[in-house]
Nanobody
């Protein structure tokens, strides 16, 4: 299973970006998909997660500004980021957990994308 993230870039404060992450491989289902971020000198932190049924959870720092969504048929997760602030600058990583591969019944864990840089600066 590979996760390919895209959509990062440089944006001015108050601007918007949309991140995408597509999972590929012999996948039957993915229960949990999410986004994490890591700023220089800081620990990686949760940004948002979404369960296959649609339930979501957000870090307090992004509530009301970011929206996570997914397309289960495409094994793709999105992160719409609005009203971006300089403190949102980080490398953003997508994550997949409880992945069931075709022909298997037990879930697999801990899949990560390569990271995409988001820089918010004037």
């Amino acid at each position: 299973v590979q996760l390919q993230a895209s959509g990062g870039g440089l944006v001015q404060p108050g601007g918007s970006l949309r991140l995408s992450c597509a999972a590929s491989g012999s996948i039957f289902s993915i229960n949990v998909m999410g986004w994490y971020r890591q700023a220089p000198g800081k620990q990686r932190e949760l940004v948002a997660v979404i369960i296959s049924g649609g339930s979501t959870n957000y870090a307090d720092s992004v509530k009301g500004r970011f929206t996570i969504s997914r397309d289960n048929a495409k094994n793709t997760v999105y992160l719409q980021m609005n009203s971006l602030k300089p403190e949102d600058t980080a490398v953003y990583y997508c994550n997949a957990e409880q992945v069931i591969l075709r022909g298997e019944t037990h879930p697999r864990y801990n899949y990560w994308g390569q990271g995409t840089q988001v820089t918010v600066s004037s």
